[in-house]
Nanobody
Framework: QVQLQESGPGLVSPSQTLSLTCSVSGASMSTNFIYWTWIRQPPGKGLEWMGHITYSGSSSVNPSLKTRAVISRDTSKNQFSLELNSLTVEDTAVYFC????????????WGQGTQVTVSS
């Protein structure tokens, strides 16, 4: 059974950097064609794709985030991470990690999500 679990701080200050980790169990991050993804949902808004890292280690980030977001992985721990810097209150959201079995298809596994609030 595949499980994804997000971890990280629930409250961060504006201008600081958010670091979130997604721990994966029941599947290898190096399995072919898998896209390991970060998605967020601000309050009252829809889901926003933030970016992904692939089975081969290449990453892609939503252009709307410009250079603020970095996605990386640690295959020895079977984890992937999101760093988002220069936080503003608009980054307040529930952050999810998810798995897509291939490019362009839907997500078949999701973490439960973690609330991140940006506030001073």
């Amino acid at each position: 059974q595949v499980q994804l679990q997000e971890s990280g701080p629930g409250l961060v200050s504006p201008s600081q950097t958010l670091s979130l980790t997604c721990s994966v169990s029941g599947a290898s991050m190096s399995t072919n064609f898998i896209y390991w993804t970060w998605i967020r949902q601000p309050p009252g808004k829809g889901l926003e794709w933030m970016g992904h890292i692939t089975y081969s280690g290449s990453s892609s980030v939503n252009p709307s985030l410009k250079t603020r977001a970095v996605i990386s992985r640690d295959t020895s721990k079977n984890q992937f991470s999101l760093e988002l810097n220069s936080l503003t209150v608009e980054d307040t959201a529930v952050y999810f990690c998810a798995r897509a079995p291939n490019y362009g298809v839907g997500y078949d596994e999701w973490g439960q999500g973690t609330q991140v609030t940006v506030s001073s």
